[in-house]
């Protein structure tokens, strides 16, 4: 086995009898427990507000949770000096980087799959619509636990790290509408707006939920653009990861 | 040569940690590393593991760069006040570590490694958030044993342990050293240090003040190994008393 795939099998290991992992288990019967209290309680159409909030659950129990464990486990390493012991090994510090982000993509996409079959069994959309919105889901994940092992090894402070990654997450979901709110004032600015568009995360090409709710046509074309989008952001970030891990002092 | 450092410097802003250091540790040499706290020991030992990259001045392992992977696979560490995953077992941890090396496991080579240390070796199925801060200082000194490398770098291996457990690690070292390992170790005890080193180096503020053997501190007129070192790091001590 590779060195990458040995960092990324004992992080797993760790992870899955970490208290928090099974945390999960009631975090997930919370999403689904609210979208039953929802759809009982609308007053609008039942059906709408359940699928509505099973969606919008799911995406924020996956997210909050996958990035609490990158950010905690990734940081307990560090405050332990444990990481000193992994990095001073016939190892570069790259393979470490990766090692963990395929640990917590792997624990990310596992997490996916479970609330797409719940999706799948409780009707929440078509097949097609939520299989390709769960896999763009799936995408913003992977660049999620690249930025929070990027700003966690950068920052190497718990409450930093945690505002950091939440900040990227927040700036990623507001950047289409800050541009679109831009280009409505200043024209002439559109360009740089543009380049501002795709130089930020822009998360929000990983959702589809108008597709899934509103039974619109989608196409597995879909996700084309936001992989190729998702795989240059991967590889920036990545390499932002690497080069500041390379040089840094531990 | 197992380790050469040529004119290592080491600064942070405008603090100078280390400062053109020179030191040759010959293979299957016992090096303890001795100063006050804040003296750069830790930095000095860190920079030879490859944790500190940004040093002037040359640090080779088997006359390679320190923190390049042929360097590293000739090194094991072990770092001050270190703490293993906690939510791995004993024989996870060990493991991790030597696959890292590029070995296999071999439980019996753990189990009799835990027993020199008096670790019992059902302990080692346990998760080591379980362990005791002696228990844990046990596993990381197996963790740095166990991959058999040529170079040993320990940042105060007997901190934590007890009288006992600290007997069993200096007979532990004493086996390295029969093996033919290089030890290169810091300690604030110079007693222990004085029974499993060789060689002595004082570091104090950065500038190595003595190197030279345990007999050689002696006679800098101190009535204890303790009295010696002040008197090496601190001159006008001497000329006062």
């Given at each position: 086995m590779s060195r990458i795939g040995i960092v990324s099998l004992y992080t797993l290991q760790e992870v899955r009898r970490d208290r928090l992992f099974w945390s999960l288990i009631p975090l997930m019967c919370g999403a689904l427990a609210l979208s039953f209290f929802m759809r009982e309680t609308s007053?609008?159409?039942?059906?709408?507000?359940?699928?509505?909030?099973?969606?919008?659950?799911?995406?924020?129990?996956?997210?909050?949770?996958?990035?609490?464990?990158?950010?905690?486990?990734?940081?307990?390493?560090?405050?332990?000096?444990?990481?000193?012991?992994?990095?001073?090994?016939?190892?570069?510090?790259?393979?470490?980087?990766?090692?963990?982000?395929?640990?917590?993509?792997?624990?990310?996409?596992?997490?996916?799959?479970?609330?797409?079959?719940?999706?799948?069994?409780?009707?929440?959309?078509?097949?097609?619509?939520?299989?390709?919105?769960?896999?763009?889901?799936?995408?913003?994940?992977?660049?999620?636990?690249?930025?929070?092992?990027?700003?966690?090894?950068?920052?190497?402070?718990?409450?930093?790290?945690i505002l950091g990654v939440a900040g990227f997450y927040i700036i990623g979901h507001s950047t289409k509408k800050l541009v679109d709110i831009g280009m409505q004032m200043a024209q002439e600015w559109v360009p740089l707006l543009k380049v501002f568009y795709y130089l930020f995360p822009s998360l929000s090409f990983f959702n589809a939920q108008a597709a899934v709710l509103e039974k619109g046509l989608v196409s597995w074309a879909d996700i084309l653009f936001p992989s190729v989008y998702a795989g240059a952001y991967l590889v920036i970030l990545f390499l932002i990861c690497v080069i500041d891990i390379r040089k840094r002092d531990f | 040569m197992s380790l050469t450092i040529k004119r290592l410097s080491k600064r942070y802003g405008t603090f100078t940690a280390l400062s053109e250091i020179d030191l040759d540790i010959r293979t299957g040499e016992s090096v303890g590393l001795v100063g006050l706290n804040g003296a750069g020991k830790t930095t000095l030992l860190k920079t030879i593991v490859g944790l500190i990259v940004n040093f002037e001045g040359e640090v080779l392992v088997h006359n390679r760069a320190a923190n390049g992977r042929e360097a590293k696979s000739h090194i094991s560490f072990l770092p001050e006040d270190f703490s293993p995953p906690p939510y791995l077992t004993g024989y996870?941890?060990?493991?991790?570590?030597?696959?890292?090396?590029?070995?296999?496991?071999?439980?019996?080579?753990?189990?009799?490694?835990?027993?020199?240390?008096?670790?019992?070796?059902?302990?080692?199925?346990?998760?080591?958030?379980?362990?005791?801060?002696?228990?844990?200082?046990?596993?990381?000194?197996?963790?740095?044993?166990?991959?058999?490398?040529?170079?040993?770098?320990?940042?105060?291996?007997?901190?934590?342990?007890?009288?006992?457990?600290?007997?069993?690690?200096?007979?532990?070292?004493?086996?390295?050293?029969?093996?033919?390992?290089?030890?290169?170790?810091?300690?604030?005890?110079?007693?222990?240090?004085?029974?499993?080193?060789?060689?002595?180096?004082?570091?104090?503020?950065?500038?190595?003040?003595?190197?030279?053997?345990?007999?050689?501190?002696?006679?800098?007129?101190?009535?204890?190994?303790?009295?010696?070192?002040?008197?090496?790091?601190?001159?006008?001590?001497?000329?006062?008393?």
């Open positions: 007053i609008v159409s039942g059906e709408e507000a359940f699928n509505r909030s099973y969606i919008a659950l799911t995406m924020l129990v996956t997210t909050a949770f996958v990035m609490l464990l990158v950010v905690s486990s990734v940081y307990r390493e560090i405050d332990s000096k444990a990481i000193y012991m992994v990095i001073t090994k016939p190892l570069s510090r790259y393979e470490y980087v990766f090692g963990k982000f395929i640990a917590f993509s792997i624990i990310a996409i596992a997490i996916t799959v479970i609330f797409l079959s719940g999706a799948l069994a409780l009707g929440v959309g078509t097949a097609k619509s939520l299989a390709v919105h769960y896999s763009l889901f799936g995408l913003e994940q992977m660049i999620m636990i690249m930025a929070a092992l990027t700003i966690t090894l950068g920052l190497r402070s718990l409450p930093s790290s | 996870d941890f060990v493991s991790y570590m030597l696959r890292l090396y590029g070995r296999p496991l071999y439980r019996n080579n753990v189990d009799e490694c835990a027993g020199t240390l008096e670790l019992q070796q059902n302990i080692l199925s346990k998760p080591i958030r379980t362990y005791s801060k002696g228990m844990r200082q046990k596993l990381g000194l197996m963790a740095a044993m166990l991959p058999d490398t040529d170079v040993v770098v320990l940042d105060e291996p007997l901190s934590g342990l007890d009288p006992g457990a600290r007997m069993l690690v200096k007979d532990a070292f004493s086996a390295l050293r029969t093996k033919g390992k290089t030890l290169f170790f810091s300690s604030h005890i110079l007693t222990d240090l004085e029974e499993i080193a060789d060689r002595l180096v004082i570091i104090h503020e950065g500038k190595i003040m003595l190197d030279g053997t345990p007999e050689e501190l002696r006679s800098y007129s101190g009535r204890s190994l303790e009295d010696a070192f002040l008197n090496v790091i601190r001159p006008q001590r001497t000329s006062a008393s």
